[in-house]
Protein backbone atom coordinates (compact mmCIF):
# COMPACT_ATOMS: atom_id res chain seq x y z
CA UNK A 1 0.00 0.00 0.00
CA UNK A 2 0.89 3.40 -1.23
CA UNK A 3 1.44 5.74 1.99
CA UNK A 4 -0.28 9.08 1.73
CA UNK A 5 1.73 12.12 0.18
CA UNK A 6 1.13 15.84 1.80
CA UNK A 7 3.28 18.87 0.40
CA UNK A 8 3.06 21.83 1.92
CA UNK A 9 2.77 24.59 -0.87
CA UNK A 10 2.46 28.61 -0.82
CA UNK A 11 4.04 31.75 -1.61
CA UNK A 12 7.69 32.54 -0.43
CA UNK A 13 8.37 33.26 3.47
CA UNK A 14 5.27 32.21 4.85
CA UNK A 15 6.58 29.47 7.04
CA UNK A 16 6.51 26.47 5.07
CA UNK A 17 9.47 24.73 6.36
CA UNK A 18 8.94 25.90 9.94
CA UNK A 19 6.00 23.75 9.78
CA UNK A 20 7.68 21.05 7.50
CA UNK A 21 10.06 20.99 11.10
CA UNK A 22 7.90 20.88 13.09
CA UNK A 23 6.30 17.73 12.49
CA UNK A 24 9.30 15.89 10.56
CA UNK A 25 10.63 16.81 14.31
CA UNK A 26 14.16 17.66 13.34
CA UNK A 27 15.58 20.47 11.12
CA UNK A 28 15.51 19.56 7.99
CA UNK A 29 14.74 22.57 5.64
CA UNK A 30 16.59 25.77 5.78
CA UNK A 31 14.74 28.51 7.64
CA UNK A 32 15.63 31.95 6.64
CA UNK A 33 13.75 35.23 6.44
CA UNK A 34 14.44 35.43 3.20
CA UNK A 35 11.98 34.57 0.06
CA UNK A 36 13.42 31.54 -1.84
CA UNK A 37 16.02 29.88 0.43
CA UNK A 38 13.83 26.40 0.10
CA UNK A 39 14.55 25.59 -3.19
CA UNK A 40 13.98 21.96 -3.65
CA UNK A 41 11.53 19.87 -2.18
CA UNK A 42 12.27 17.72 0.73
CA UNK A 43 10.66 14.99 2.28
CA UNK A 44 10.25 13.63 5.66
CA UNK A 45 8.21 10.72 7.15
CA UNK A 46 5.45 11.84 9.53
CA UNK A 47 3.03 9.71 11.81
CA UNK A 48 -0.13 11.30 13.20
CA UNK A 49 -2.83 9.61 14.98
CA UNK A 50 -0.73 6.07 14.50
CA UNK A 51 -1.08 7.11 10.83
CA UNK A 52 1.61 6.98 8.36
CA UNK A 53 2.23 9.74 5.71
CA UNK A 54 5.27 11.33 3.34
CA UNK A 55 5.40 14.95 3.27
CA UNK A 56 7.14 17.43 1.24
CA UNK A 57 8.25 20.65 1.50
CA UNK A 58 8.56 23.18 -1.88
CA UNK A 59 9.91 26.05 -2.57
CA UNK A 60 7.69 29.22 -2.61
CA UNK A 61 5.55 29.96 -5.19
CA UNK A 62 5.28 32.80 -7.18
CA UNK A 63 3.19 32.92 -10.10
CA UNK A 64 4.07 35.71 -12.52
CA UNK A 65 7.88 35.41 -11.52
CA UNK A 66 10.32 35.52 -14.95
CA UNK A 67 12.92 34.83 -12.34
CA UNK A 68 14.71 31.76 -13.18
CA UNK A 69 15.20 30.57 -9.70
CA UNK A 70 12.19 30.96 -8.45
CA UNK A 71 10.20 29.80 -12.06
CA UNK A 72 12.14 26.69 -11.08
CA UNK A 73 11.01 26.55 -7.87
CA UNK A 74 7.52 27.19 -8.91
CA UNK A 75 7.99 23.80 -11.55
CA UNK A 76 9.01 22.03 -8.55
CA UNK A 77 5.80 22.90 -6.66
CA UNK A 78 3.56 22.11 -9.54
CA UNK A 79 5.32 18.66 -9.24
CA UNK A 80 4.87 18.67 -5.84
CA UNK A 81 0.73 19.44 -6.01
CA UNK A 82 0.91 16.82 -8.86
CA UNK A 83 2.18 13.86 -7.09
CA UNK A 84 0.07 14.73 -3.36
CA UNK A 85 -3.11 13.41 -2.22
CA UNK A 86 -3.39 16.22 0.08
CA UNK A 87 -2.47 19.59 -0.13
CA UNK A 88 -1.54 22.04 3.11
CA UNK A 89 -1.96 25.92 1.51
CA UNK A 90 0.03 28.33 3.79
CA UNK A 91 -0.75 31.67 3.92
CA UNK A 92 0.28 34.06 6.32
CA UNK A 93 -1.96 36.23 8.88
CA UNK A 94 1.10 39.24 9.31
CA UNK A 95 1.18 39.89 5.66
CA UNK A 96 -2.43 39.48 5.35
CA UNK A 97 -4.68 38.22 2.15
CA UNK A 98 -2.28 39.36 -1.28
CA UNK A 99 -2.70 38.60 -5.07
CA UNK A 100 0.08 36.15 -5.29
CA UNK A 101 -2.11 33.78 -2.23
CA UNK A 102 -5.34 33.97 -4.76
CA UNK A 103 -3.46 32.92 -7.87
CA UNK A 104 -1.67 29.88 -5.81
CA UNK A 105 -5.45 29.42 -5.07
CA UNK A 106 -6.24 29.48 -8.59
CA UNK A 107 -3.37 27.01 -9.01
CA UNK A 108 -4.53 24.46 -6.78
CA UNK A 109 -8.06 24.38 -7.45
CA UNK A 110 -7.16 23.52 -11.00
CA UNK A 111 -5.44 19.91 -9.79
CA UNK A 112 -8.87 18.92 -8.20
CA UNK A 113 -6.87 17.62 -5.21
CA UNK A 114 -8.02 18.02 -1.63
CA UNK A 115 -6.67 21.45 0.34
CA UNK A 116 -6.39 22.62 3.46
CA UNK A 117 -5.77 26.23 4.21
CA UNK A 118 -3.33 26.87 6.98
CA UNK A 119 -3.27 30.59 8.17
CA UNK A 120 0.17 30.86 10.04
CA UNK A 121 1.61 33.17 12.62
CA UNK A 122 -1.32 33.45 14.85
CA UNK A 123 0.12 33.99 17.82
CA UNK A 124 -2.80 34.78 20.21
CA UNK A 125 -5.93 32.57 18.69
CA UNK A 126 -8.57 34.42 20.63
CA UNK A 127 -7.33 37.91 19.60
CA UNK A 128 -6.26 37.36 15.71
CA UNK A 129 -8.85 35.39 14.49
CA UNK A 130 -11.32 38.44 12.89
CA UNK A 131 -8.08 38.44 10.74
CA UNK A 132 -7.74 34.71 9.98
CA UNK A 133 -11.83 35.03 8.84
CA UNK A 134 -10.27 37.24 5.90
CA UNK A 135 -8.95 34.22 4.45
CA UNK A 136 -12.41 32.70 3.72
CA UNK A 137 -11.97 35.03 0.52
CA UNK A 138 -9.88 32.59 -1.25
CA UNK A 139 -12.42 30.40 -1.77
CA UNK A 140 -10.71 27.32 -0.91
CA UNK A 141 -12.51 26.13 2.54
CA UNK A 142 -12.68 26.53 6.24
CA UNK A 143 -9.48 28.27 7.13
CA UNK A 144 -7.06 26.95 10.12
CA UNK A 145 -4.90 28.80 12.09
CA UNK A 146 -1.50 27.92 13.09
CA UNK A 147 1.68 29.21 14.79
CA UNK A 148 4.46 26.88 13.46
CA UNK A 149 6.93 28.65 15.41
CA UNK A 150 5.32 28.28 18.12
CA UNK A 151 3.91 24.78 17.52
CA UNK A 152 -0.08 25.72 18.48
CA UNK A 153 -2.69 24.53 16.27
CA UNK A 154 -0.63 21.94 14.59
CA UNK A 155 -2.61 19.03 16.19
CA UNK A 156 -6.09 21.07 14.65
CA UNK A 157 -4.01 20.98 10.79
CA UNK A 158 -3.24 17.37 10.50
CA UNK A 159 -7.09 16.52 11.55
CA UNK A 160 -8.15 18.06 8.68
CA UNK A 161 -5.48 16.71 6.64
CA UNK A 162 -5.95 12.95 8.02
CA UNK A 163 -9.96 13.20 7.11
CA UNK A 164 -8.76 13.59 3.46
CA UNK A 165 -6.95 10.52 3.12
CA UNK A 166 -8.71 7.45 1.54
CA UNK A 167 -9.77 5.25 4.87
CA UNK A 168 -10.58 2.10 2.49
CA UNK A 169 -6.87 2.11 1.11
CA UNK A 170 -5.42 3.12 4.76
CA UNK A 171 -6.96 -0.39 5.88
CA UNK A 172 -6.75 -2.28 2.84
CA UNK A 173 -5.20 -5.99 2.97
CA UNK A 174 -1.51 -6.24 2.43
CA UNK A 175 -1.06 -7.37 -1.35
CA UNK A 176 1.10 -10.57 -0.52
CA UNK A 177 2.80 -10.60 -4.00
CA UNK A 178 6.84 -9.04 -3.76
CA UNK A 179 6.80 -5.34 -5.21
CA UNK A 180 9.97 -4.41 -6.93
CA UNK A 181 10.16 -0.45 -8.09
CA UNK A 182 12.20 -0.05 -11.04
CA UNK A 183 14.35 3.20 -10.02
CA UNK A 184 16.93 5.31 -11.79
CA UNK A 185 17.65 8.69 -13.74
CA UNK A 186 15.43 9.64 -16.50
CA UNK A 187 16.27 8.16 -19.75
CA UNK A 188 18.11 4.93 -18.25
CA UNK A 189 15.49 2.88 -19.65
CA UNK A 190 13.02 1.89 -16.86
CA UNK A 191 9.93 1.79 -19.05
CA UNK A 192 12.53 0.17 -21.74
CA UNK A 193 12.73 -2.80 -19.28
CA UNK A 194 9.44 -3.61 -18.04
CA UNK A 195 7.98 -3.64 -21.55
CA UNK A 196 10.56 -6.07 -22.07
CA UNK A 197 9.66 -7.95 -19.12
CA UNK A 198 6.00 -7.90 -20.34
CA UNK A 199 6.50 -8.50 -24.22
CA UNK A 200 4.69 -5.60 -25.09
CA UNK A 201 4.77 -1.78 -25.42
CA UNK A 202 2.79 -0.89 -22.26
CA UNK A 203 4.87 2.06 -21.49
CA UNK A 204 5.59 5.16 -23.40
CA UNK A 205 9.58 4.71 -24.04
CA UNK A 206 11.40 7.92 -25.81
CA UNK A 207 14.72 9.30 -25.74
CA UNK A 208 13.24 12.43 -24.34
CA UNK A 209 14.00 12.24 -19.97
CA UNK A 210 10.74 12.12 -18.36
CA UNK A 211 8.41 10.92 -20.41
CA UNK A 212 6.95 8.27 -18.17
CA UNK A 213 4.66 11.13 -16.31
CA UNK A 214 2.80 8.70 -13.67
CA UNK A 215 4.10 5.89 -11.44
CA UNK A 216 2.57 3.06 -12.99
CA UNK A 217 2.31 -0.79 -11.42
CA UNK A 218 2.55 -3.34 -13.90
CA UNK A 219 1.53 -7.21 -12.42
CA UNK A 220 4.33 -9.55 -13.92
CA UNK A 221 4.81 -13.53 -14.25
CA UNK A 222 7.88 -15.42 -14.26
CA UNK A 223 7.97 -19.49 -13.51
CA UNK A 224 4.88 -19.04 -11.57
CA UNK A 225 5.69 -16.41 -9.29
CA UNK A 226 4.04 -13.34 -9.74
CA UNK A 227 5.85 -9.54 -8.79
CA UNK A 228 4.41 -5.93 -9.25
CA UNK A 229 6.88 -3.91 -10.82
CA UNK A 230 6.59 0.24 -9.95
CA UNK A 231 7.99 2.29 -12.88
CA UNK A 232 8.74 5.67 -10.83
CA UNK A 233 7.19 8.24 -12.83
CA UNK A 234 9.44 10.98 -14.98
CA UNK A 235 8.62 14.26 -15.24
CA UNK A 236 6.95 17.22 -17.12
CA UNK A 237 9.73 18.51 -19.11
CA UNK A 238 9.33 22.10 -17.96
CA UNK A 239 12.62 22.77 -17.29
CA UNK A 240 15.24 22.51 -19.73
CA UNK A 241 18.26 22.32 -17.21
CA UNK A 242 18.58 18.70 -16.53
CA UNK A 243 20.26 18.91 -13.20
CA UNK A 244 16.85 20.60 -12.28
CA UNK A 245 15.01 17.46 -14.18
CA UNK A 246 17.10 14.77 -11.73
CA UNK A 247 16.35 16.47 -8.82
CA UNK A 248 12.92 16.69 -9.52
CA UNK A 249 12.49 12.98 -9.90
CA UNK A 250 13.73 12.10 -6.01
CA UNK A 251 10.41 12.94 -4.17
CA UNK A 252 8.62 9.97 -6.65
CA UNK A 253 11.55 8.09 -6.55
CA UNK A 254 10.49 7.95 -2.63
CA UNK A 255 7.43 7.03 -2.95
CA UNK A 256 7.85 4.16 -5.08
CA UNK A 257 11.04 2.83 -3.02
CA UNK A 258 8.54 3.50 0.20
CA UNK A 259 5.82 0.80 -1.83
CA UNK A 260 8.87 -1.96 -2.73
CA UNK A 261 10.27 -4.78 -0.94
CA UNK A 262 13.13 -4.50 -3.33
CA UNK A 263 14.65 -1.86 -5.87
CA UNK A 264 16.27 -2.57 -8.97
CA UNK A 265 18.33 0.79 -9.19
CA UNK A 266 19.25 1.30 -13.08
CA UNK A 267 22.29 2.76 -13.87
CA UNK A 268 23.62 3.40 -17.51
CA UNK A 269 26.90 1.53 -18.50
CA UNK A 270 27.81 4.18 -20.81
CA UNK A 271 27.83 7.18 -18.25
CA UNK A 272 28.54 5.25 -15.41
CA UNK A 273 28.05 5.37 -12.05
CA UNK A 274 26.61 9.36 -11.14
CA UNK A 275 25.93 11.47 -8.05
CA UNK A 276 22.20 11.19 -8.99
CA UNK A 277 22.98 7.09 -8.93
CA UNK A 278 24.07 7.40 -5.57
CA UNK A 279 21.31 10.03 -4.03
CA UNK A 280 18.68 7.56 -5.32
CA UNK A 281 20.84 4.33 -4.08
CA UNK A 282 20.96 6.55 -0.59
CA UNK A 283 17.40 6.42 -0.39
CA UNK A 284 16.68 2.74 -0.94
CA UNK A 285 19.49 2.14 1.76
CA UNK A 286 18.21 4.01 4.09
CA UNK A 287 14.88 2.57 3.99
CA UNK A 288 16.80 -0.92 4.44
CA UNK A 289 15.07 -2.28 0.78
CA UNK A 290 16.65 -5.33 -0.88
CA UNK A 291 18.51 -3.31 -3.85
CA UNK A 292 20.05 -4.50 -6.80
CA UNK A 293 22.15 -2.74 -8.90
CA UNK A 294 21.18 -3.76 -13.07
CA UNK A 295 24.02 -1.66 -15.19
CA UNK A 296 21.37 -1.20 -18.29
CA UNK A 297 22.86 -0.71 -22.18
CA UNK A 298 25.63 -3.51 -21.33
CA UNK A 299 25.22 -3.94 -25.05
CA UNK A 300 26.48 -1.35 -26.26
CA UNK A 301 30.29 -0.75 -23.88
CA UNK A 302 33.08 -2.00 -25.71
CA UNK A 303 34.56 -4.83 -24.07
CA UNK A 304 37.74 -6.81 -22.83
CA UNK A 305 38.47 -9.42 -20.21
CA UNK A 306 38.61 -6.92 -16.99
CA UNK A 307 35.62 -4.52 -18.05
CA UNK A 308 33.49 -6.28 -16.20
CA UNK A 309 35.59 -6.50 -13.09
CA UNK A 310 36.77 -2.39 -13.70
CA UNK A 311 33.00 -1.23 -13.72
CA UNK A 312 32.07 -3.50 -10.75
CA UNK A 313 35.16 -1.66 -8.63
CA UNK A 314 33.92 1.85 -9.69
CA UNK A 315 30.15 0.86 -8.60
CA UNK A 316 31.81 -0.57 -5.06
CA UNK A 317 33.85 2.74 -4.25
CA UNK A 318 31.06 5.24 -5.16
CA UNK A 319 28.37 3.36 -3.32
CA UNK A 320 30.89 2.19 -0.78
CA UNK A 321 27.89 2.21 1.64
CA UNK A 322 26.22 -0.85 0.77
CA UNK A 323 28.48 -3.76 -0.32
CA UNK A 324 25.60 -6.18 0.30
CA UNK A 325 23.49 -5.06 -3.23
CA UNK A 326 24.23 -7.21 -5.90
CA UNK A 327 25.26 -6.07 -9.69
CA UNK A 328 24.09 -7.27 -12.37
CA UNK A 329 24.47 -6.37 -16.65
CA UNK A 330 21.64 -5.89 -18.27
CA UNK A 331 20.27 -4.86 -21.49
CA UNK A 332 16.66 -3.70 -21.37
CA UNK A 333 16.64 -3.39 -25.15
CA UNK A 334 17.94 -7.02 -25.93
CA UNK A 335 16.78 -8.81 -23.10
CA UNK A 336 20.38 -9.96 -22.42
CA UNK A 337 20.62 -11.33 -18.58
CA UNK A 338 16.64 -10.30 -18.05
CA UNK A 339 16.17 -14.05 -16.69
CA UNK A 340 19.45 -13.50 -14.17
CA UNK A 341 17.39 -10.11 -13.06
CA UNK A 342 14.75 -12.37 -11.99
CA UNK A 343 16.50 -14.96 -9.89
CA UNK A 344 18.61 -12.36 -8.20
CA UNK A 345 14.98 -10.64 -7.17
CA UNK A 346 14.09 -14.10 -6.02
CA UNK A 347 16.98 -14.56 -4.13
CA UNK A 348 17.10 -10.84 -2.37
CA UNK A 349 13.43 -11.37 -1.54
CA UNK A 350 14.17 -14.40 0.60
CA UNK A 351 17.06 -13.09 2.06
CA UNK A 352 14.96 -9.69 3.00
CA UNK A 353 12.66 -12.30 5.27
CA UNK A 354 15.55 -14.49 6.66
CA UNK A 355 15.33 -15.38 10.05
CA UNK A 356 18.28 -16.45 12.32
CA UNK A 357 17.79 -18.99 15.13
CA UNK A 358 19.12 -16.92 18.35
CA UNK A 359 21.04 -19.84 19.67
CA UNK A 360 23.03 -19.45 15.98
CA UNK A 361 23.74 -16.04 16.46
CA UNK A 362 25.14 -15.93 19.79
CA UNK A 363 27.43 -18.62 18.93
CA UNK A 364 28.51 -16.29 15.58
CA UNK A 365 28.89 -13.47 18.15
CA UNK A 366 30.60 -15.28 20.62
CA UNK A 367 33.01 -16.80 18.02
CA UNK A 368 33.77 -13.23 16.91
CA UNK A 369 34.26 -11.65 20.50
CA UNK A 370 37.03 -14.42 21.26
CA UNK A 371 38.95 -13.77 17.60
CA UNK A 372 38.52 -9.85 17.93
CA UNK A 373 38.26 -8.52 21.21
CA UNK A 374 36.02 -5.51 21.80
CA UNK A 375 36.41 -1.95 22.06
CA UNK A 376 37.68 -0.34 25.58
CA UNK A 377 37.89 3.18 26.84
CA UNK A 378 39.38 4.62 29.77
CA UNK A 379 39.97 1.09 31.25
CA UNK A 380 36.38 -0.17 30.52
CA UNK A 381 36.17 -2.63 28.25
CA UNK A 382 32.85 -3.23 25.80
CA UNK A 383 31.12 -6.39 26.74
CA UNK A 384 28.29 -7.88 24.06
CA UNK A 385 25.44 -9.99 26.72
CA UNK A 386 23.27 -11.52 23.70
CA UNK A 387 21.82 -11.13 19.94
CA UNK A 388 18.48 -11.72 18.80
CA UNK A 389 16.53 -11.35 15.48
CA UNK A 390 13.52 -9.24 16.31
CA UNK A 391 12.15 -8.03 12.81
CA UNK A 392 12.40 -8.89 8.64
CA UNK A 393 12.57 -6.40 5.90
CA UNK A 394 15.16 -5.41 6.68
CA UNK A 395 16.91 -8.53 8.96
CA UNK A 396 16.95 -6.24 12.46
CA UNK A 397 19.21 -7.34 15.27
CA UNK A 398 19.25 -6.15 19.00
CA UNK A 399 22.70 -6.82 20.58
CA UNK A 400 22.62 -6.42 24.68
CA UNK A 401 25.67 -4.69 26.14
CA UNK A 402 26.95 -2.86 29.03
CA UNK A 403 27.93 0.68 27.68
CA UNK A 404 26.17 1.67 24.15
CA UNK A 405 28.88 4.53 23.83
CA UNK A 406 31.18 1.72 23.71
CA UNK A 407 30.04 -0.34 20.35
CA UNK A 408 31.73 1.65 18.17
CA UNK A 409 29.90 1.96 14.72
CA UNK A 410 32.92 -0.23 13.30
CA UNK A 411 32.85 -3.27 15.97
CA UNK A 412 28.89 -3.52 14.73
CA UNK A 413 30.15 -3.67 11.40
CA UNK A 414 32.68 -6.16 12.39
CA UNK A 415 29.54 -8.31 14.04
CA UNK A 416 27.69 -7.99 10.53
CA UNK A 417 30.26 -9.23 8.78
CA UNK A 418 30.50 -12.41 10.82
CA UNK A 419 26.69 -12.77 10.44
CA UNK A 420 27.08 -12.12 6.47
CA UNK A 421 30.34 -14.58 6.15
CA UNK A 422 27.87 -17.48 7.56
CA UNK A 423 24.38 -16.34 5.98
CA UNK A 424 25.10 -14.22 3.16
CA UNK A 425 22.27 -11.93 3.29
CA UNK A 426 22.87 -10.99 -0.05
CA UNK A 427 20.88 -7.83 -1.56
CA UNK A 428 19.71 -7.00 2.02
CA UNK A 429 21.19 -4.50 4.68
CA UNK A 430 20.66 -5.55 8.28
CA UNK A 431 19.67 -2.81 10.68
CA UNK A 432 21.22 -3.30 14.29
CA UNK A 433 19.83 -1.54 17.54
CA UNK A 434 22.19 -1.49 20.70
CA UNK A 435 20.68 -1.66 23.88
CA UNK A 436 22.13 -1.48 27.24
CA UNK A 437 22.16 -3.57 29.89
CA UNK A 438 23.76 -4.11 33.72
CA UNK A 439 26.05 -6.80 34.02
CA UNK A 440 24.23 -8.03 37.25
CA UNK A 441 20.94 -8.59 34.72
CA UNK A 442 23.12 -11.11 32.37
Known amino acids: MSKPI ?71 AQIAIDTADVIIFMTDLKQGL ?57 GDLLDEVLKHFNKEELEEFEDERPRVAIVGKPNVGKSSLINKLLGEQ ?90 IIAVNKWDAVEKDDKTIYRFTEKVRSVLSYMPYAEIIFISAETGQRIGKLFECIEMVIQNQSMRVSTGVLNEIMSEAVALQQPPSDKGKRLKLFYITQVAIKPPTFVIFVNDKELMHFSYTRYIENKIRDTFGFKGTSLKFIIRERKEKEN
Open 6 to 76: VAIVGRPNVGKSTLFNALAGENISIIKDTPGVTRDRIYADVEWLNVNFTLIDTGGIEPDSSDVILSQMRDQ
Open 202 to 291: RLIVSDIAGTTRDAVDTAVTWQDHEYVFIDTAGLRRKSKIKEDLERYSIIRTVTAVDRADVVVIMIDAMEGVTEQDAKIAGIAHERGKGI
Open 98 to 154: VDSDSKVADMLRRSHKPVVLAVNKVDNFSKDMAEVYEFYNLGIGDPVPVSSANRTGI
